[in-house]
């Protein structure tokens, strides 16, 4: 009796199936996940905006007012050589670092406010890091 050998595999058409279908889970996850993602990145602006202020009024508590728009937030992780130089600035900062824009940019500081009701404004210029635009290209500011 002879011994049929046999090939243990996937054939051309098994794999293509499995291809095919994964093309078409891709087609319907992909957007749903994608539109979450600009979601995620104007919580992150919020979620920033929120520990800046908290890191400005603690600022102006110790120091009596806020950092000046020439000053920046860069005042809360390094002590202003501008004036108005705070006398009460503590050693370690008021935040460790600058948080960035979920593009990668620093964001905008303007004392007194321009925009908003508040004493001050805080802003993200978007996507493309220019002034107005519409969707991930839209600014963001602490205003809104």
Not at 31 to 48: F, H, T, Y
Not at 105 to 111: F, I, K, M, P, V
Request: net charge negative; aromatic share 10%; hydrophobic share 40%.
């Amino acid at each position: 009796m002879k011994k049929r050998a046999f090939n243990s595999g996937f054939t051309l058409i098994e794999i293509l199936v499995v291809v095919v279908i994964i093309g078409i889970l891709v087609a319907i996850v992909a957007p749903n996940v994608l539109d979450k993602a600009g979601d995620a990145r104007v919580q992150k602006v919020g979620a920033d905006f929120s520990a800046i202020e908290t890191a400005l009024k603690i600022y102006k508590l110790d120091n009596y007012s806020y950092p000046s728009t020439e000053q920046g937030i860069e005042a809360l992780v390094d002590k202003p050589v501008i004036d108005p130089i705070p006398q009460n600035w503590k050693s370690s900062g008021y935040l460790d670092e600058l948080p960035i824009d979920p593009w990668g940019r620093t964001y905008l500081y303007l004392y007194p406010a321009e925009y908003g009701t508040k004493e001050l404004d805080l802003l993200s210029l978007g996507a493309d890091g220019v002034q107005g635009g519409e969707n991930e290209n839209a600014d963001i500011g602490n205003w809104e």
